[in-house]
Nanobody, 115 residues
């Protein structure tokens, strides 16, 4: 069973930066797609960015140009670098793995953008 553990969340002022990490229990090459989602209070969970095991990436909507997804295959970690953070980025951020035959979610990490 693949496991994902997120870290790196916290409280940051508007305009600041955070880097989230998603540590996988298996080789990233065995996971076709790893994604970051977020869920704000009373809102639906939404896709933020994804990266395939071939290295292609996609960033969605308002995070384009501010967030960057990347991976460190040797350490089996996927990062989400978040710059120019805004209050509307406040949410619980989840790591998600799309596997051959199922999906796995991490436990989430809270990001709060506030002055």
């Amino acid at each position: 069973q693949v496991q994902l553990v997120e870290s790196g969340g916290g409280l940051v002022q508007p305009g600041g930066s955070l880097r989230l990490s998603c540590a996988a229990s298996t080789s990233l090459e065995d996971i076709p797609i790893i994604s970051w989602y977020r869920q704000a209070p009373e809102k639906q969970r939404e896709l933020v960015a994804l990266i395939s095991n071939l290295g292609s990436t996609e960033h969605v909507g308002s995070v384009k140009g501010r967030f960057t997804i990347s991976r460190d295959s040797a350490k089996r970690i996927v990062h989400l670098q978040m710059n120019s953070l805004k209050p509307e980025d406040t949410a619980v951020y989840y790591c998600h793995a799309l596997l051959n035959g199922g999906t796995v979610w991490g436990q989430g990490t809270q990001v709060t953008v506030s002055s």
